[in-house]
């Protein structure tokens, strides 16, 4: 009978160390995961130099124009590339508009483009023109709007001559009870959505300060 060119207690052995050097290969690697997943965190203003490049690359969009959740969702992913993944990502998407929003899909339009790069330098424009759509009649009314020549000066907050800064009175069918009115300063209420770019890097930043609070915290 022959015998193994290595006795048993030698097999035992090689068997131990091959399992020891796969061990240690394991473990060098997930400790290098782990510091490649805890580096540290990119300064905001880096993250804000991803969202303006973002930003321009997008093809018709300008600086003050109405922003979407198509525009906005690809943003994440190369904020989680620089260092940072957004934990607050589903609570900030829900407050950009969807793509088939009324309004968005209004001022996509020529003549809605061209309404929106003239009015877009009124304070709380989107707000407004948000608050007028969601009334009686006020899909009507901001569609007329954008379609008028001078139709954006309605968004004034200090009209010109000859057009009303109140928007209610201008509503279609509205209600003859004075009370059930929509006041003027409805109409001007911020909403709590983000609207533009400006909007979304102060949204982003108050993620952000959250995020370097905690992280401050774990290290306690």
Not at 84 to 111: A, C, E, G, T
Not at 118 to 128: A, E, G, L, Q
Not at 189 to 217: A, D, N, Q, V
Request: proline fraction near 8%; glycine fraction near 4%; include cysteine.
């Amino acid at each position: 009978m022959l015998h193994s060119k290595y006795s048993r207690p030698a097999r035992k052995f090689s068997a131990c160390v091959l399992v020891i050097t796969g061990a240690f290969i394991i473990l060098s690697h997930a400790t290098t995961v782990r510091a490649a997943t805890k580096k540290p965190l990119p300064s905001f203003q880096r993250v804000e130099d991803v969202v303006n490049r973002h930003f321009e690359a997008i093809e018709q969009w300008k600086p003050g124009f109405l922003i979407r959740q198509q525009y906005v969702e690809p943003l994440f992913k190369q904020l989680t590339l620089l260092g940072w993944p957004v934990k607050d990502k589903n609570r900030i998407m829900k407050l950009v508009p969807k793509d088939h929003d009324f309004l968005v899909q209004l001022l996509l339009s020529p003549h809605g483009r061209r309404f929106m790069e003239k009015s877009m330098k009124y304070p709380n424009v989107y707000d407004r023109l948000d608050n007028v759509i969601k009334q009686p009649g006020g899909r009507e009314l901001v569609s007329r709007l954008t379609k008028l020549p001078d139709g954006y000066k309605y968004m004034s907050p200090k009209p010109t001559p000859g057009f009303t800064g109140n928007l209610t009175f201008l509503l279609p069918n509205r209600s003859t009870e004075v009370s059930q009115k929509p006041s003027n300063k409805t109409m001007n209420r911020p909403t709590g959505r983000i609207y533009t770019k400006k909007m979304l890097i102060e949204e982003l930043e108050k993620s952000y300060e959250k995020t370097k609070k905690l992280m401050g915290k774990s290290k306690l």
